[in-house]
């Protein structure tokens, strides 16, 4: 699967953004499970959002109420919309996926259990 961010920013606190994730896939099966991932330096990237193949989505506890993922099969990008932004939201964030399986990974996962991942877009809320 190749994947691609864009959309992030600067923002001030309670301000809003969208990331976008370009997803496609060049050989093979186009059922993919896609997630959103962020890290700030010296920690280990966290997942925050997560959808399956049916759309269902799951987010961490720190972002539920505030982020939203939404896919956009048609033209192949995965939206993260980020609303309320805090200064602890700031991060790189990825997009990663992974050809399940079975069920996809869930929103706790961890990072080695998807093998694709976008280059980051930076995300940086300001108090």
């Known amino acids: 699967v190749q994947l691609a961010e864009s959309g992030g920013g600067s923002v001030e606190t309670g301000g809003s953004l969208t990331l976008s994730c370009s997803h496609s896939?060049?050989?093979?099966?186009?059922?993919?499970?896609l997630a959103w991932f962020r890290q700030v330096p010296r920690k280990g990237r966290e997942a925050v959002a997560a959808?399956?193949?049916?759309?269902?989505?799951a987010f961490a506890d720190s972002v539920k109420g505030r982020f939203t993922l939404s896919n956009d099969n048609a033209n192949n990008q995965l939206y993260l919309q980020m609303n309320n932004l805090k200064p602890e939201d700031t991060a790189e964030y990825y997009c990663a996926a992974v050809f399940p399986k079975g069920d996809c990974p869930s929103v706790q996962s961890g990072t080695w259990e998807w093998p694709y991942w976008g280059q980051g877009t930076q995300v940086t809320v300001s108090s």
């Open positions: 959808i399956s193949i049916d759309g269902t989505t």
């Open positions: 896939v060049v050989t093979g099966s186009s059922r993919y499970c």
